[in-house]
């Protein structure tokens, strides 16, 4: 690791103080950074610990819920108002990593982890245009199983791993930042970039700003909900293909969806086509089949993910049925 | 600046690149807690920070600044074994033993979570309290590998133990 200096922020105004100086990273749980850091893919001179800012999960004057950006991701997919109302933000908190990295990470570190592949890791073996930009990347012709289909540049192919993120983009969830020049709210769906020409930002997040917290808003509908997650083996993968999804019918009829992947683009996929071509028609495993071809449409498999669009479809289809028939929340 | 490790208090490496780990293994001399892959993928470096696990070779030690840490060092008693050290040996919960403290302190840190309704992947009902079946035991457990794959016993000392402990 190259040296660096290390200091606690004891709230948001400090951290934002500390970490307005050039080659500052904040620190959550350390989960994604330190790592980084220890491969020295990332080599900040200065650490601002964050973890002692807000972690309070509290309802707001709305009905949703707001939750403080230092929160762990247990304490958040065990809080009793989450797994009720929002089952699939539980489930795919849960479906994520490990439990000791699940009660060490928190959601800020969770939103900015980076977008990445094993590639992006190998800084002696690899060429990366995240890493170094303009390098190069070895993994459209290498090995790219778990890559991108959608939105991905000739750039980068990498995918987003969190699987939290997904089901916040669902949800609508709003993230709540802090910045030199004031704080601003960000629709979560807007927060992570397409990797386009400069894959090397994951996120539209200025340097030195802070995330204070992320909101939920209320939606009725997401009390039937849930996320699948398909992986190479049974825990502790990440996603080779992952559904969030929420439903509400009328009589037979799809009266209002939402529709999230994961493990198909460099940021946690909203499916928009998927979700209008469901909307007001039937609640059939043809219908569920079709939206999804219609979000895959423009996929752009690489050479070891053409598996991908199918495995969508087929995951979609199998966890919209399950809340069809009420055998998921 | 101090840390509290096995009830002790002991200093903070003064260069905070130093992750809990290599603390506790080269400036402690708890060599206990084990160095398997050093980027989180294994569990081997896993201890429980004030009863929770979380793994020591992504944590900088100067981050745990004050929290109380309980490494493998610190589970027996003075008459004897932790309940779950001597149920590892009783199940074959263990071959070479490399993943052992992790384990046995991650399952620690797995039944307190079990214990206040912490759902797991698997659970089918977000809301209901946890019974510890063998695959709610094992997905739980699915951050400690083991190489030797003596899954099976630890499965069985973990459900011994821990499982038995709620069913009375
Ligand atoms: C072996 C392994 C397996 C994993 N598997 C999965 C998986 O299956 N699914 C999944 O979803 N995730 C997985 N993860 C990733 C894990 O979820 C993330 O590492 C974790 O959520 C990051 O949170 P953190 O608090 O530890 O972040 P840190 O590592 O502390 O920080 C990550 C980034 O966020 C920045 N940051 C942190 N907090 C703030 C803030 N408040 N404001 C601004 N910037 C901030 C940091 O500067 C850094 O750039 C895995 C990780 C490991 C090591
Ligand atoms: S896909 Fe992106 S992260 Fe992976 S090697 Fe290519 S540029 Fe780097
Ligand atoms: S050594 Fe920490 S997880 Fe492997
Ligand atoms: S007993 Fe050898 S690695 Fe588990």
Redesign the interface.
């Known amino acids: 690791?190259t040296?660096?200096?290390?200091a606690r922020a004891g709230n948001a105004a400090e951290a934002l103080r500390l970490g307005a100086a050039g080659a500052t990273a904040y620190?959550g749980?350390?989960?994604n950074l330190?790592?980084l850091m220890?491969e020295t893919v990332a080599r900040p001179a200065a650490?601002v610990?964050v973890?002692g800012l807000s972690a309070v999960i509290e309802e707001t004057d709305g009905g949703g819920l707001r939750i403080g950006a230092a929160a762990r991701n247990?304490a958040l997919?065990?809080h009793r108002a989450v797994?009720?109302r929002y089952?699939m933000l539980?489930?795919a908190i849960?479906?994520g990593?490990?439990?000791?990295?699940r009660?060490?990470a928190t959601v800020g570190g969770n939103l900015l982890q980076r977008t990445r592949c094993t590639y992006f890791y190998d800084t002696e073996g690899s060429r990366c245009n995240k890493r170094s930009p303009g390098e190069g990347c070895d993994a459209r012709d290498g090995f790219n199983r778990i890559h991108a289909v959608l939105g991905a540049s000739e750039a980068c192919v990498a995918t987003h791993p969190s699987d939290m993120c997904v089901a916040l983009v669902a949800l609508d969830a709003q993230v709540h930042v802090a910045g030199a020049g004031g704080e601003r709210t960000v629709p979560i769906a807007d927060f992570h970039r397409l990797p386009g020409d400069s894959p090397d930002r994951d996120t539209i997040l200025a340097p030195g700003e802070l995330i204070t917290a992320i909101e939920l808003p209320t939606l009725p509908l997401a009390a039937r909900s849930t996320y699948r997650k398909v992986r190479d083996r049974?825990?502790?993968a990440f996603a080779l293909i992952s559904v969030a999804a929420a439903i509400e019918l009328d009589g037979n009829r799809v009266a209002d969806v939402r529709v999230a992947f994961g493990g198909v683009a460099h940021k946690p996929w909203r499916a928009l086509k998927a979700e209008a071509a469901l909307r007001g028609g039937p609640a059939t495993p043809e219908a569920f089949h079709a939206a999804a071809a219609l979000e895959f449409a423009e996929a752009a498999p690489l050479r070891h993910n053409a598996f991908k669009p199918a495995l969508a479809g087929r995951t979609l289809a199998a966890v919209l049925g399950e809340l069809v028939k009420g055998e998921a929340? | 600046m101090s840390l509290i490790v096995n009830g002790e208090a002991v200093a903070l490496p003064s260069d905070p690149r130093v992750s809990l780990l290599d603390h506790l293994r080269e400036a402690l001399h708890l060599t206990g807690t084990k160095k398997g892959c050093n980027q989180g993928a294994c569990g081997a470096c896993t201890v429980l920070v004030d009863g929770e696990r979380i793994l020591s070779c992504l944590a900088l030690a100067v981050q745990y600044e004050s929290r109380s840490v309980t490494t493998i060092e610190g589970l027996a008693g003075e008459d004897g074994l932790h309940p779950l050290q001597q149920a590892f040996i009783e199940h074959d919960g263990f071959q070479c033993g490399y993943c052992t403290p992790g384990q046995i302190c991650s399952a620690i840190g797995m039944a307190a979570e079990a214990g206040r309704g912490v759902p797991s992947h698997v659970s089918v009902d977000l809301g209901a309290p946890v019974a510890l079946t063998r695959e709610e035991v094992q997905e739980r457990m699915s951050g400690n590998l083991c190489r030797c794959g003596a899954h099976n016993g630890i499965v069985d000392a973990i459900r011994a133990t821990v499982a038995a402990e709620w069913a009375a």
């Open positions: 690791m040296p660096f200096s290390y620190l749980g350390g989960t330190v790592d220890r650490l610990d973890t247990t997919a065990e797994r009720e089952p539980s489930r849960l479906a990593a490990s439990a000791q990295i009660n060490m049974a825990s502790y929340a």
